[in-house]
Protein backbone atom coordinates (compact mmCIF):
# COMPACT_ATOMS: atom_id res chain seq x y z
CA UNK A 1 0.00 0.00 0.00
CA UNK A 2 1.53 3.21 -1.27
CA UNK A 3 0.42 6.82 1.43
CA UNK A 4 -0.37 9.84 -0.48
CA UNK A 5 1.94 12.16 0.88
CA UNK A 6 1.68 16.03 1.98
CA UNK A 7 4.09 18.85 2.08
CA UNK A 8 5.31 21.86 4.10
CA UNK A 9 8.58 24.11 3.80
CA UNK A 10 10.75 24.39 6.87
CA UNK A 11 12.48 27.12 6.33
CA UNK A 12 14.66 27.94 3.81
CA UNK A 13 16.36 24.51 3.35
CA UNK A 14 14.19 21.82 4.48
CA UNK A 15 10.83 20.13 3.48
CA UNK A 16 8.74 18.00 5.70
CA UNK A 17 7.16 15.22 4.16
CA UNK A 18 4.11 13.55 5.80
CA UNK A 19 2.90 10.24 4.95
CA UNK A 20 0.19 9.77 7.37
CA UNK A 21 -0.92 10.55 10.96
CA UNK A 22 -0.40 7.43 12.89
CA UNK A 23 2.09 4.76 13.93
CA UNK A 24 2.08 2.01 11.36
CA UNK A 25 4.06 -0.70 9.91
CA UNK A 26 2.28 0.43 6.40
CA UNK A 27 3.51 3.76 6.63
CA UNK A 28 7.24 2.60 8.08
CA UNK A 29 7.82 0.37 4.91
CA UNK A 30 6.49 3.39 2.69
CA UNK A 31 9.29 5.54 4.66
CA UNK A 32 11.93 2.73 4.13
CA UNK A 33 11.11 2.57 0.87
CA UNK A 34 11.23 6.05 0.05
CA UNK A 35 14.86 6.87 1.95
CA UNK A 36 15.89 3.68 -0.47
CA UNK A 37 14.68 5.37 -3.85
CA UNK A 38 16.21 8.73 -2.50
CA UNK A 39 19.81 7.00 -1.40
CA UNK A 40 19.61 5.70 -5.21
CA UNK A 41 19.42 8.80 -6.99
CA UNK A 42 21.88 10.68 -4.50
CA UNK A 43 21.16 14.20 -5.67
CA UNK A 44 24.12 16.93 -5.26
CA UNK A 45 21.74 19.10 -3.41
CA UNK A 46 20.64 16.54 -1.04
CA UNK A 47 22.06 16.68 2.78
CA UNK A 48 20.27 14.67 4.93
CA UNK A 49 17.34 12.97 5.20
CA UNK A 50 15.65 12.57 8.72
CA UNK A 51 12.93 10.11 9.38
CA UNK A 52 10.02 9.82 11.76
CA UNK A 53 7.20 7.74 12.62
CA UNK A 54 4.73 9.03 10.03
CA UNK A 55 7.17 11.63 8.23
CA UNK A 56 10.43 12.94 6.58
CA UNK A 57 12.46 15.98 6.49
CA UNK A 58 14.73 16.36 3.82
CA UNK A 59 17.10 18.92 4.10
CA UNK A 60 19.03 20.35 0.76
CA UNK A 61 21.51 22.94 -0.27
CA UNK A 62 19.50 25.89 -1.04
CA UNK A 63 22.19 27.44 -3.84
CA UNK A 64 22.61 23.98 -5.28
CA UNK A 65 18.84 23.52 -5.24
CA UNK A 66 18.04 26.58 -7.11
CA UNK A 67 20.82 25.67 -9.75
CA UNK A 68 18.08 22.89 -10.68
CA UNK A 69 15.29 24.83 -10.95
CA UNK A 70 13.59 25.68 -14.57
CA UNK A 71 13.05 29.20 -15.09
CA UNK A 72 9.93 30.20 -13.56
CA UNK A 73 10.02 27.37 -11.38
CA UNK A 74 9.83 28.05 -7.52
CA UNK A 75 12.81 25.98 -5.34
CA UNK A 76 9.34 24.33 -3.35
CA UNK A 77 7.79 23.56 -7.15
CA UNK A 78 10.61 21.69 -8.01
CA UNK A 79 11.45 19.88 -4.58
CA UNK A 80 7.81 18.50 -4.73
CA UNK A 81 7.83 17.00 -8.88
CA UNK A 82 10.97 15.49 -7.80
CA UNK A 83 9.47 13.90 -4.60
CA UNK A 84 6.46 12.80 -5.93
CA UNK A 85 8.16 11.05 -8.83
CA UNK A 86 10.50 9.04 -6.47
CA UNK A 87 7.30 8.55 -4.13
CA UNK A 88 5.20 6.93 -7.42
CA UNK A 89 8.15 4.63 -7.68
CA UNK A 90 8.07 2.72 -3.74
CA UNK A 91 5.90 0.10 -3.94
CA UNK A 92 7.33 -1.61 -6.32
CA UNK A 93 10.63 -2.64 -4.41
CA UNK A 94 11.52 -5.42 -2.38
CA UNK A 95 10.37 -5.68 0.98
CA UNK A 96 12.38 -3.82 3.75
CA UNK A 97 11.91 -6.49 6.40
CA UNK A 98 14.91 -5.31 8.96
CA UNK A 99 17.09 -7.85 11.41
CA UNK A 100 14.92 -9.45 13.79
CA UNK A 101 16.78 -8.88 16.94
CA UNK A 102 16.23 -10.57 20.48
CA UNK A 103 16.94 -7.81 23.21
CA UNK A 104 17.50 -9.87 26.93
CA UNK A 105 15.42 -8.15 30.32
CA UNK A 106 15.43 -7.93 33.56
CA UNK A 107 11.85 -7.13 34.54
CA UNK A 108 10.81 -4.83 37.36
CA UNK A 109 12.69 -4.74 40.75
CA UNK A 110 15.42 -2.22 41.04
CA UNK A 111 16.04 -2.76 36.88
CA UNK A 112 12.42 -1.92 36.10
CA UNK A 113 10.86 0.47 39.14
CA UNK A 114 7.31 1.53 37.26
CA UNK A 115 6.23 -1.68 36.49
CA UNK A 116 4.17 -2.58 39.59
CA UNK A 117 2.51 0.74 38.37
CA UNK A 118 2.19 -0.37 34.62
CA UNK A 119 0.44 -3.09 35.84
CA UNK A 120 -1.67 -1.35 38.25
CA UNK A 121 -2.87 1.33 35.38
CA UNK A 122 -3.59 -1.23 33.29
CA UNK A 123 -5.59 -3.53 35.55
CA UNK A 124 -3.50 -6.51 35.20
CA UNK A 125 -0.37 -8.33 37.14
CA UNK A 126 2.93 -7.86 36.78
CA UNK A 127 3.70 -10.87 35.00
CA UNK A 128 0.97 -10.07 32.36
CA UNK A 129 2.20 -7.25 31.82
CA UNK A 130 5.76 -8.86 31.11
CA UNK A 131 4.27 -11.71 29.25
CA UNK A 132 2.79 -9.04 27.36
CA UNK A 133 5.82 -7.09 26.44
CA UNK A 134 7.94 -10.31 25.41
CA UNK A 135 5.09 -11.40 23.43
CA UNK A 136 4.80 -8.91 20.81
CA UNK A 137 7.92 -8.13 18.05
CA UNK A 138 8.25 -4.75 17.93
CA UNK A 139 9.56 -2.02 15.24
CA UNK A 140 11.96 0.11 15.36
CA UNK A 141 10.72 3.26 13.54
CA UNK A 142 13.62 6.19 14.07
CA UNK A 143 16.41 6.86 16.15
CA UNK A 144 16.48 9.92 18.13
CA UNK A 145 16.10 11.70 21.51
CA UNK A 146 20.05 10.63 22.22
CA UNK A 147 22.54 8.71 20.80
CA UNK A 148 21.04 5.07 19.80
CA UNK A 149 17.69 5.49 21.07
CA UNK A 150 15.04 3.50 19.20
CA UNK A 151 11.40 4.77 19.27
CA UNK A 152 9.26 1.26 18.51
CA UNK A 153 5.70 0.90 17.30
CA UNK A 154 4.00 -2.48 17.69
CA UNK A 155 4.14 -3.48 21.27
CA UNK A 156 0.82 -4.72 22.84
CA UNK A 157 -1.45 -1.81 23.40
CA UNK A 158 -3.38 -3.11 26.71
CA UNK A 159 -0.14 -2.35 28.40
CA UNK A 160 0.53 1.24 27.51
CA UNK A 161 0.99 3.52 30.05
CA UNK A 162 1.50 7.47 29.58
CA UNK A 163 4.74 9.07 30.25
CA UNK A 164 5.68 10.02 33.87
CA UNK A 165 4.03 13.59 34.69
CA UNK A 166 7.44 14.81 36.47
CA UNK A 167 10.39 12.75 34.30
CA UNK A 168 12.95 11.56 36.25
CA UNK A 169 16.63 13.52 36.06
CA UNK A 170 18.42 10.31 35.67
CA UNK A 171 17.88 7.00 34.19
CA UNK A 172 20.32 4.49 33.90
CA UNK A 173 21.27 3.25 30.85
CA UNK A 174 19.69 0.05 29.31
CA UNK A 175 16.53 0.77 30.54
CA UNK A 176 13.57 -0.14 29.06
CA UNK A 177 10.59 2.19 29.12
CA UNK A 178 6.61 2.49 27.76
CA UNK A 179 5.43 5.70 26.95
CA UNK A 180 2.06 5.71 25.25
CA UNK A 181 1.42 2.18 23.30
CA UNK A 182 5.45 3.05 22.15
CA UNK A 183 8.55 1.09 24.42
CA UNK A 184 12.29 2.13 24.20
CA UNK A 185 16.12 1.43 25.63
CA UNK A 186 17.54 4.34 26.98
CA UNK A 187 21.14 4.03 25.54
CA UNK A 188 22.39 6.18 28.19
CA UNK A 189 21.92 7.77 31.15
CA UNK A 190 19.72 10.96 30.64
CA UNK A 191 16.63 12.58 32.35
CA UNK A 192 13.33 10.77 31.03
CA UNK A 193 9.90 10.33 31.18
CA UNK A 194 8.88 7.07 30.17
CA UNK A 195 7.67 4.24 32.74
CA UNK A 196 10.46 1.79 33.47
CA UNK A 197 9.47 -1.58 33.55
CA UNK A 198 12.95 -3.49 33.04
CA UNK A 199 16.92 -2.95 31.60
CA UNK A 200 18.81 -4.96 29.60
CA UNK A 201 22.89 -5.63 29.37
CA UNK A 202 22.97 -5.07 26.02
CA UNK A 203 25.09 -1.53 25.03
CA UNK A 204 22.91 0.35 22.36
CA UNK A 205 25.40 2.79 22.06
CA UNK A 206 28.69 2.18 21.08
CA UNK A 207 30.26 5.63 20.35
CA UNK A 208 34.12 3.57 19.24
CA UNK A 209 31.97 1.16 16.68
CA UNK A 210 30.87 1.61 13.05
CA UNK A 211 28.11 2.15 13.49
CA UNK A 212 27.85 3.07 17.18
CA UNK A 213 24.06 2.28 17.08
CA UNK A 214 23.11 -1.08 17.94
CA UNK A 215 19.95 -0.48 16.35
CA UNK A 216 18.62 0.66 13.32
CA UNK A 217 15.04 1.80 11.62
CA UNK A 218 13.60 -0.97 9.94
CA UNK A 219 14.86 -3.90 12.98
CA UNK A 220 12.41 -5.97 14.45
CA UNK A 221 12.87 -6.34 17.69
CA UNK A 222 11.60 -9.11 20.18
CA UNK A 223 12.44 -8.82 24.28
CA UNK A 224 13.49 -12.18 26.26
CA UNK A 225 12.93 -12.06 30.05
CA UNK A 226 15.94 -12.98 31.87
CA UNK A 227 17.20 -13.49 35.66
CA UNK A 228 19.07 -10.69 36.96
CA UNK A 229 21.87 -13.75 37.57
CA UNK A 230 22.30 -13.93 33.87
CA UNK A 231 22.07 -10.22 33.45
CA UNK A 232 25.33 -9.76 35.68
CA UNK A 233 27.22 -12.52 33.78
CA UNK A 234 25.67 -11.59 30.34
CA UNK A 235 28.81 -9.94 29.04
CA UNK A 236 30.98 -12.41 29.78
CA UNK A 237 29.30 -14.48 27.84
CA UNK A 238 28.97 -12.09 24.72
Request: glycine share 10%; aromatic share 12%; hydrophobic share 35%.
Amino acid sequence: MTHTISFQPLGDSALFIRFGDEISPSIHENIQQFIQKFQVTQPEWLVEIVPAYTSICVHFDLLKVASCTYYGQSITEFLEQYIQEIHQNIGKSNSTDGRLIEVPVVYGGAFGPDLSYVAQYNGMTEEEVIRLHTSSECLVHMLGFSPGFAFMGGMNPTIGTPRKEIPRLAIPAGSVGIAGEQTGVYPVETPGGWQIIGRTPQPFFMPNQLPPTYLQAGDRIRFVAISEEEFSTWGAKS
